[in-house]
């Protein structure tokens, strides 16, 4: 059975930094693709970055240069580094992971789900 765990998801004021982890049971990123998304209340699920089984990472353009995807696959864990944090970065992050070598930008590439991590950010 594969599960996924967020955590590192808090409250920070705008300027500043978090990073949240993944951690991985049942399922591993070294031969498959993973990614980070978010969700704003009353907004849809949104892309915010993605990693290859190889390391190959993309970002949205929202967070570009702000936000860093990594992995660590002989631990099974993802991360994502955030710094520079805006009001507008608020959401539920949740982190994702798929069957295929790669990580999408839509949902729909990936099969299975954290339950999400909580980032607020303060003006």
């Known amino acids: 059975q594969v599960q996924l765990v967020e955590s590192g998801g808090g409250l920070v004021q705008a300027g500043g930094s978090l990073r949240l982890s993944c951690a991985a049971s049942?399922?591993?990123?070294?031969?498959?693709?993973m990614g980070w998304f978010r969700q704003a209340p009353g907004k849809e699920r949104e892309f915010v970055a993605a990693?290859?089984?190889?390391?190959?990472?993309r970002h949205a353009d929202s967070v570009k240069g702000r936000f860093t995807a990594s992995k660590d696959s002989a631990k099974n864990m993802g991360y994502l580094q955030m710094n520079s944090l805006k009001p507008e970065d608020t959401a539920v992050y949740y982190c994702?992971?798929?069957?295929?070598?790669?990580?999408?930008?839509?949902?729909?590439?990936?099969?299975?789900w954290g339950q999400g991590t909580q980032v607020t950010v303060s003006s």
């Open positions: 990693i290859n089984y190889n390391g190959g990472v």
């Open positions: 994702a992971a798929s069957l295929r070598s790669w990580g999408g930008t839509s949902s729909y590439d990936y099969d299975y």
């Open positions: 049942g399922h591993t990123f070294r031969r498959y693709g």
